[in-house]
Every structure is written in C-alpha cells, then in structure tokens.
C-alpha cells in the first residue's frame, strides 16, 4: 500500500506546484498567498509520503485531498484535478491492502511449506 499511495503522493505534489503557478498569475491573489497554501500542501504530500503506513496517515491523505479539491476556488481546474486525485487516492489505499493482504497470505504458505519440507 505504501508504494501505491506514496506514488499518488508524489503526483500530487506536482500537480499543486503547476497549479501554483497558474494561481499565481490571478491578479486577485497576493504571491505570499498562493505560495503558502502550495508550499505547506506540497510539504504535506513529502511527510504523508513517510507517514502512510502508520496510524491516521490514510485519514490525513484523505484530508489532503479535501483540501486539493478545495484548492478548487482558488484555480478551477483544481476541482477536476482534486477529485481525479481523490478516486487515485482511493484506489491506492483500496487495491494496496489487497496486494499487502495476498503478500501476507503468500508469505504465510510459504513458511508453512518450508517448515512442512524441513521435517
């Protein structure tokens, strides 16, 4: 799972920067604005990436992806982006237990056919 949704992550991150440099030409918005909103999302996709496998990290992804949809009202396009986002986030964490689970099972015959061949 880590692998799938550190990978989204990532994308994420890129996605937010270019969408700060599209926010950045709206005359309406201050620099230090756009750049702070963007930078502490960006940061936040780099530590989620870290921080996944451990307890409520699944939920603060899914709350990084309120907030990229929410980064909607500042760049519009970023209502579609989030939730294209927001459905990679899911299937990431949804087929990611599936993978660890049949590794998991795969593991588990495995040691059990070792210790039936040692006897």
């Known amino acids: 799972m880590r692998t799938l949704c ?3 992550l990532i994308g994420e991150f890129f996605v ?5 440099l599209v926010a950045m ?3 309406d918005l201050s620099m230090t604005t756009v750049w702070t909103v963007s930078g502490v999302a960006m940061f936040l996709c780099v530590v989620l990436c870290g921080l996944v496998t451990r307890p409520g990290g699944i939920q603060l992804g899914w709350a990084l992806q309120v907030g990229l ?3 909607g009202f500042l760049v519009p396009t970023m209502f579609f982006m989030g939730a294209v986002f927001a459905v990679l986030w899911w299937a990431s ?3 990611g237990r599936k993978v660890d689970e049949a ?3 795969f593991a588990a015959q ?4 070792a210790g ?3 006897s």
Request: zero cysteines.
């Open 16 to 20: 937010i920067g270019f969408a700060g």
């Open 6 to 8: 550190a990978s989204t």
């Open 93 to 95: 964490v949804h087929f």
């Open 116 to 118: 039936a061949g040692a």
């Open 110 to 113: 495995t040691a059990t056919g």
């Open 103 to 105: 590794k998991a099972r």
């Open 25 to 27: 030409k709206d005359p």
């Open 69 to 71: 949809i929410a980064f």
